[in-house]
């Protein structure tokens, strides 16, 4: 079964380098602030490998893949 998640970005953290944006500009897009927020309807537009490969890549661990079912952050970013 293929595991379903979620992909966010959390703002309190997020520092607008915009590298998920360069990385996958159909995803992430910027808010008037310059901060990234994921589109309606982003998290189904990549693999999860791809997702926890973006989130690995933010400077400050500001992306969360999280499980659908369980809530358990998938990404290896600190809490
Ligand atoms: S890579 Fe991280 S810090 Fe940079 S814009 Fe994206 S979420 Fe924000």
């Known amino acids: 079964m293929t595991r ?3 992909v966010r970005v959390d703002l309190d953290l997020c520092v ?3 590298m998920c944006r360069a990385e ?3 995803v992430f897009i910027a808010t008037d602030d310059g901060q990234s927020v994921v589109a ?3 998290s ?3 693999s999860l490998e791809e997702f926890l490969q973006i989130a690995h890549d933010c400077p400050v ?3 969360y893949v999280e499980d659908n079912d369980t ?3 998938l990404d ?3 809490r």
């Open 16 to 18: 607008g380098n915009a």
């Open 61 to 63: 661990s500001a992306i």
């Open 76 to 78: 290896d970013g600190d």
């Open 44 to 46: 189904e537009t990549k």
């Open 71 to 73: 809530g358990e952050r």
């Open 24 to 26: 996958a500009p159909d």
């Open 40 to 42: 309606e309807g982003g």
């Open 4 to 6: 379903k998640f979620t």
